[in-house]
């Protein structure tokens, strides 16, 4: 018997596999090891809060921008309760080594459910697309111009590389 695979399913398959990854590189730690930054030549480097709070935000702003919606960070009140010390509209793109110092954030737990709130609507948004929806250019700047579906592809593998940075610095942290 084959079963039909429609472009929705690799999707929600390639997005489903970050949070489980996301969960066993943030959960448990507590604040502390959430803003520890190695020190590489002198140089102090994103921690694992940061870089868990910056996927989470990029993924929250992307997905909302090709929905029309506003993002999970302001709609449902993360921005408040995170304790992220950031401009609400922050997502840590272009952030130097200063403004990456001033990081904070009260807890795993805020960072995980906030996470997970992204999630459902990454979710929530691929299933509510329609094979024509994912072949609408999202940006005609580049050649070829960037579809709903190549933005898609975009968001899980920046958020595959960002949660593969933050398993090596759990484990680096854990040494």
Do not use: C, K
């Amino acid at each position: 018997m084959t079963s039909t695979l429609r472009p929705h399913d690799i999707l929600l398959d390639s997005f489903g596999r970050i949070p489980p990854l996301y969960a066993e590189a943030v959960g448990g730690l507590d604040v502390a090891e959430l803003l520890w930054r190695p020190e590489v030549d002198g140089v102090r480097n994103n921690s694992i809060g940061w870089i868990a709070w910056h996927l989470a935000r990029m993924e929250d702003a992307q997905l909302a921008q090709l929905a029309g919606r506003e993002q999970v960070w302001l709609a449902d009140g993360w921005f408040r309760r995170s304790g992220v010390p950031y401009q609400p509209h922050a997502m840590g793109y272009g952030m130097g080594e200063q403004e990456v110092s001033l990081f904070d954030v009260t807890g795993a737990e805020v960072l995980l459910d906030y996470y997970a709130a992204v999630h459902a609507r990454s979710v929530e948004v691929i299933r509510s697309l329609s094979a024509a929806d994912l072949g609408r250019v999202v940006d005609a700047s580049y050649d070829p111009p960037v579809t709903v579906a190549v933005r898609l592809v975009s968001v899980v593998d920046d958020a595959a590389q960002h949660v593969g940075q933050l398993a090596y610095l759990r484990g680096l942290r854990g040494r």
